[in-house]
Nanobody
Framework: QVQLVESGGGLVQAGGSLRLSCAAS????????MGWFRKVPGNEREFVAA????????LYADSVKGRFTISRDNAKNTVYLQMNSLKPEDTAVYYC?????????????????WGQGTSVTVSS
C-alpha cells in the first residue's frame, strides 16, 4: 500500500499562486495513476486533475484548465499541483489520490488511496 501526505496549502490572495506537493511512501507511485481532488464543506469531492503513470498524459477539470498544472516526479515519489491565477472559488481542502487502474479517470470512487488533505484559502 501507499501512504500519501499533502503539503503546500495556505492563504493566498486572488490572482496568486501556490504549489501543492503530495509525498508518497510505502511503495513507488510509478505503480499508480495520480490525481488531485478538492472538497468544501457540504459538497462532494470534486475532480481537479490527474496524470498517468509516466507523466505523459493529463486530464483537468474545466474549471481549472489553463490555470493549474499537475506533474509527477517518480524518482522523488512526489506529485505536484501548480495553481496559478487563483480564485476565491478555488478555496477548498485539496486531496491527493492514487489508483491502480489503466485509464485516467475523474470519478473519485475509482481511486484507492487518499491523503489527509491540505487547506487552500483564496481571499477576495
Amino acid at each position: 500500500q501507499v501512504q500519501l501526505v499533502e503539503s503546500g496549502g495556505g492563504l493566498v490572495q486572488a490572482g496568486g499562486s501556490l504549489r501543492l506537493s503530495c509525498a508518497a511512501s510505502g511503495r513507488s507511485i510509478s505503480t499508480y495513476i495520480m490525481g488531485w481532488f478538492r472538497k468544501v464543506p457540504g459538497n462532494e469531492r470534486e475532480f481537479v486533475a490527474a496524470i498517468n503513470r509516466g507523466g505523459s498524459g493529463t486530464l483537468y477539470a474545466d474549471s481549472v484548465k489553463g490555470r493549474f498544472t499537475i506533474s509527477r516526479d517518480n524518482a522523488k515519489n512526489t506529485v505536484y499541483l501548480q495553481m496559478n491565477s487563483l480564485k476565491p472559488e478555488d478555496t477548498a481542502v485539496y486531496y491527493c489520490a492514487a489508483e491502480g487502474g489503466i485509464l485516467v479517470r475523474e470519478a473519485p470512487e475509482r481511486y484507492d488511496y487518499w491523503g489527509q488533505g491540505t487547506s487552500v484559502t483564496v481571499s477576495s
